[in-house]
């Protein structure tokens, strides 16, 4: 992976303009419509059971975000993973809150088995959740864990063949046989609401031009953490940061992208 | 319609500041909220429906936007559009994303056919599939087939009733007899996420003060229109942008209204 | 209540970020989320019915906003306020829209018949509605009827335990025995959704570090309106006010709380 091809990538996006189709929490679903805008891609939202399976025969991309879980979502989300599944579009999954209530963790359980994702991104706590590690590790700083969770994403990513994002001040992929880390990114990302949502749709909007899902998750790490350290460089309170993230994202060039990437192969 | 009567509209907004009712999507639902108020209108959202109809009484206008349809809010734009027409109070309808499922084509037959409709506003795809245009609209960009669009516009007024606004780069307005082109707007407003949703949201606000629906049609898009042009010659990136939208249509005078508007009654 | 302890109250929230749960509309849940974390607290949004009670053990303070109130959502409320009554955690109330429909006048009466409430918050009309004052209270600015709102306030507290706050021009805070104003705040605040929402979210997380709730409520209403003061004073249009609003509230420092705060114990 040449910093030139996460250039290509992002060239790719913005001319294809794929349609991202999520199923996502009430919370920061505006802030993952704006953010899939801004790397260049196109998001559609649609749940009801009526028309989802349809609805996934348009899109590059299914982000299934368990944010605001509910049973109806529940069977939504099953829906269009397996229709996804059948027309081989890559699913992305955002597992919010897994390990803080049963219900989140049985339900990702069982997301994990009925369904084939490509690419599971989370936060130490329920990646960690996730791979049935300690139990110490929820809610942990990814720092001061940093070698086992780099073998935490790679025995998860060879167990199940999902590709595993851990995101903190080191953001961590792995498909098994890779493991990469990324250094782009600011502390202010994790102080407003959505961000790691938003990641999550920029992935999905990567992994629609790009099937090699490593590569298109390091180069979502880099594109938002770059966006996320110029907000942070010019701006001071959390409504002009959150403002100036989703423009810089937007002005972010190929160029700069493959530029000041900050991407490690391990 | 002279200019000053689209300042005088606006200026009866602000003075009057009517409640306009929403059964919208949960992505753009807050944009919708603030752009009303912007406007000088006051917004409502609610669909339960145990209070559906008592809503409604209250409102000036009543918004249904199909971004996220399901069957619970299915359900409730009936009874809302149903309650609406009791009491006489226009009903503006975004068909977001009719033609993508036959979910969303079969509730807008059923909408058209049962609620009386004042204002549907729609791309030229949306209003083109309505519309039983040949397939080959969907998606077109409306400058590749203007002729057909005014004509698909007037035609649809004039077997429906509805006063029928397609947006793209030259918004067009028809309630049958008159055709209207607006010339106001700027391209980033597609980039955004919303601009749809709250172009329909403003059209509702006027449609409280001004029963003639093309003329309120007319002023909205005229009014976002500017604001949008403004926004874009100040800022750059989505996220900048996207928030002086806000603040010029908040800051729009009924003098510049007047002014700035870039209307044809062809 | 001296200024100083406002601004331990504060440090407290930046220390130990308490995480408040909300059940709450999907209008402003975004501008929720956000200006829990401005003040230096954690959001959580959980509404289904299996997991909600087990998230209430993880919080410090349950917000139960009724914006959009529907039948599931109306369980998942008495659910999580139950819950929050045993593990003695405090429920604070915002009664969106009571009085506009007898669904949530009646769900309202509901709420406070059967679980243990620790705040109540809304406008003269709301509160007036739900104390059973006169019908002529709904709608009225609390401008005109100051010394009502006041007895109306302290009478409502007595009556039913529960803290109750006035929003308006000088906010009220009663909880029984003591009634207290604030004069923080600036007219912009009401022109802009979600506000009424937002200091709801920052009452909870001040209700989640200090059991005096009238001490909580008033140092809310001084935080957020000195960050509205500032937001209001430095920006003009409706979008740059409510991006501002977010930046000044996270920057507020406690010192600048305790010399800013206009509170009257009267």
């Not at 189709?21 to 953010?35: E, L, P, Q, S």
């Not at 049963?102 to 994990?112: E, I």
């Not at 690419?119 to 706590?125: L, Q, S, T």
């Amino acid at each position: 992976m040449s910093p030139m091809k996460y250039s290509a990538m992002l060239e790719l996006i913005r001319q294809n303009k794929p349609l991202v189709h999520h199923i996502t929490n009430y919370v920061t679903v505006n802030d993952c419509a704006n953010i899939t805008l801004c790397i260049g891609a196109s998001p559609v939202m649609s749940y009801a059971w009526e028309e989802v399976e349809e609805m996934v025969g348009h899109a590059g991309a299914l982000v299934l975000n368990i944010g605001t879980l509910d049973p109806y979502q529940a069977k939504s989300m099953l829906l269009a993973g397996h229709a996804a599944n059948k027309f081989d579009i890559p699913v992305i999954v955002d597992p919010v809150g897994t390990g803080a209530t049963r219900y989140r963790t049985d339900f990702m359980s069982r997301l994990v088995a009925e369904i084939r994702i490509s690419v599971i991104k989370g936060n130490a706590g329920e990646i960690g959740m996730l791979a049935g590690a300690d139990a110490h590790v929820r809610g942990v700083d990814s720092g001061d864990v940093k070698g086992d969770l780099r073998g935490i994403a790679q025995d998860f990513a060879l167990k199940t063949g999902i590709t595993t994002v851990i995101s903190g001040p080191t953001d961590i992929v792995s498909d098994g046989s890779r493991v990469i880390t990324v250094e782009n990114g600011h502390p202010m990302m994790g102080r407003i609401s959505g961000t790691g949502c938003m990641l999550t749709s920029i992935i999905a909007s990567f992994a629609a031009v790009q099937r090699d899902m490593a590569e298109a998750s390091t180069a979502s790490l880099a594109a938002f953490g770059i966006a996320g350290e110029l907000a942070a460089a010019n701006t001071s309170g959390f409504g002009s940061f959150k403002t100036a993230l989703f423009d810089y994202l937007s002005l972010l060039t190929p160029a700069e992208l493959a530029r000041d990437a900050k991407i490690r192969i391990l």
